[in-house]
């Protein structure tokens, strides 16, 4: 283990140390602040541009009117399209993290059942799943069952691919030795299999709550009345640019948010269950 | 004393995709009880599919393998198995490792948990039943597999290189701190291990088997003065007498090792 170098009660640090230290904190800091500054720097030149009519605000918007719209939540509705998309997305990424877990359980259980499932499952892979947006549509119904299943279609199998193959190379010395105590089948996986595949678990998560936001834009593009896809869709068709804009703006907020709270889950549970740094 | 294990003809061949191995043939012998007796081979030759033929992991080919006089059929309850790797989950704290096997076969009773709560004081762990396995030293964890391994009071146990994970000098310290365990607890080990003189430190008898397919090529009885007021010596007791060398070099040419030179 290496030494915590910021914790009170410890012998003072050598020069070197402080210097190393110091010089590492300016670094942060210099790649924070060139952060900030090219993201200011492009706001503001798009708004000096679309201001001075080198490029047409109508087409391209301009930050200005996008902060109008965003502070005008309330009467465009944007609030209840955010709350849409939210809840689709998150009823879809539970249901194929559930769904995705259960099918690699059966097919970690059944080493019959997983061989021939593999070419299906190569091939479900490769498809891309929009292709199958209005079989869905008519299957499931246009509407939000659509939408979700869509998300679903899109991070289900990979969630099952990710798991089985975790599954499927967990340590075999841990389970000859789960063996030796003439464990069961289920009890290899409740207290070996699954708790080694934790780290596992949170990978795919991390894929899958970006592949089901994909799959509930794709879907609202095509059946919606509403989500911030039903809203780009719109404001496209009624060449309101600050519309799709601010709409864009808040998925690619949305998007970072749910990834960070993968994240934070993550730390959460594997600092609870494990002691192994993350 | 009376015999606890017995082999008679063991024979086991794998059916692997590219052909058939033989692993094991007409493997004889027996354990009395309390005796620990280290198996010695060539890499490769069986040891490994041996001990899990005896655990009933694998099933024999030809041939029975007798515990206690009945034929094991399926894994065990009365065996113990110790791997080359402590294999302790890194999620659970010591205790909840230890407690494992228990806990798989349904037998977390209070009289078995306290028992495995004196084993970890006993044997030094009981400060550290809280924390969790990165930890602790690379010795202390495979005394916490140990334990685990006697949690379930098995009569037989079977270690598979069970130090070799460890550098030589824990290595020494633990096959002492085992010995006098297994002795102190009266089981009867079958150890395995490719370190000539950690075998001869720490077995009554030594079966030296050939190359693969494994035969019984040998059987050497180790004799060493006992300390005193006991019936056996430590490891490193063993290490410290002429016998111990005069052993090494039988058994090294029993195995008769080739090292090919180019
Ligand atoms: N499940 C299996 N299927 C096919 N062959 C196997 C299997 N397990 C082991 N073998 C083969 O059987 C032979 C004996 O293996 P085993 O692991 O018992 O040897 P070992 O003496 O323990 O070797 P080591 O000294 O490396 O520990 C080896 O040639 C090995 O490749
Ligand atoms: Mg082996």
Redesign the pocket.
């Given at each position: 283990m290496w030494k915590r170098d910021n914790k009170a009660g410890q012998e003072p640090l050598s020069p070197e140390r402080v210097a190393y230290l110091q010089a590492r904190n300016r670094r942060r800091w210099a790649i924070r602040l060139c952060r900030i500054f090219i993201l200011i720097s492009l706001i503001a030149l798009w708004e000096i541009l679309a201001r001075i009519g080198v490029i047409d605000s109508f087409i391209m918007s301009q930050p200005s009117r996008i902060l109008k719209t965003l502070t005008n939540l309330k009467n465009n509705g944007l609030l209840k399209h955010l709350g849409v998309t939210c809840f689709e997305t998150l009823t879809g990424f539970s249901l194929g993290v559930i769904l995705g877990n259960l099918v690699a359980l059966i097919l970690w259980w059944s080493d019959f059942l997983s061989k021939v499932a593999e070419p299906y499952l190569v091939v479900l892979n490769a498809l891309p799943k929009v292709a199958l947006g209005p079989v869905i549509i008519i299957w499931a119904g246009a509407g939000m069952q659509a939408i979700i299943v869509m998300a679903l279609a899109i991070s289900l199998i990979v969630t099952v691919l990710e798991m089985l193959s975790g599954f499927l190379s967990t340590d075999p010395e841990l389970i000859k030795m789960a063996r030796t105590f003439r464990a069961t089948r289920y009890q290899t996986f409740t207290k070996i299999i699954f708790p080694s595949n934790l780290h596992t678990l949170f990978n795919s998560l991390k894929i899958n709550i970006g592949l089901s936001l994909v799959g509930v834009i794709a879907g609202e593009f095509l059946v919606s009345k509403a989500g911030l896809g039903y809203l780009i869709v719109y404001g496209g068709q009624v060449f309101q640019m600050d519309l799709v804009m601010t709409s864009v703006l808040i998925l690619a907020v949305v998007a970072a948010l749910l990834y960070w709270g993968v994240t934070k889950l993550e730390r959460l549970v594997l600092n609870a269950v494990s002691h192994t740094k993350v | 004393m009376r015999e606890l294990l017995k082999l008679q003809d063991v024979s086991l061949t794998?059916?692997?995709e590219n052909g058939e191995?033989h692993?094991l043939d007409s493997i004889s012998f027996t354990a009395q009880e309390g005796e620990m007796i280290g198996i010695v081979?060539?890499?490769?030759?069986?040891?490994?599919?041996?001990l899990?033929v005896i655990a009933g992991l694998?099933p024999a080919t030809r041939g029975t393998v007798l515990l206690g006089g009945e034929p094991v059929n399926g894994v065990s309850e009365k065996i113990g198995y110790m791997l080359q790797k402590d294999n302790l989950l890194n999620w659970r704290t010591i205790r909840s490792n230890v407690l494992l096997g228990l806990e798989i076969r349904k037998m977390l009773t209070k009289e078995n948990v306290e028992y495995v709560e004196n084993l970890l004081e006993t044997y030094g762990l009981a400060e550290f039943a809280d924390k969790y396995p990165p930890q602790l030293s690379g010795g202390m964890r495979q005394r916490a597999a140990l334990i685990r391994t006697l949690a379930t009071k098995p009569d037989l146990l079977l270690l598979?290189?069970a130090f070799s994970a460890l550098d030589y000098q824990t290595r020494l310290t633990v096959t002492d701190d085992v010995l006098s365990i297994l002795r102190r607890e009266k089981k009867t080990a079958l150890i395995?291990t490719?370190d000539i003189p950690e075998s001869i430190s720490m077995s009554d008898r030594i079966i030296v088997?050939s190359d693969?397919p494994?035969r019984v090529k040998s059987i050497h009885k180790m004799e060493f003065p006992p300390r005193p007021g006991q019936s056996y010596a430590l490891p490193l007791e063993r290490r410290n007498t002429p016998a111990f060398g005069q052993y090494f070099n039988l058994i090294w040419k029993e195995l008769d090792v080739h090292v090919e030179t180019r």
């Open positions: - | 794998y059916q692997a191995v692993a081979g060539p890499s490769g030759c069986g040891k490994s599919t041996l899990s694998e598979d290189e395995v490719h088997l693969r494994a």
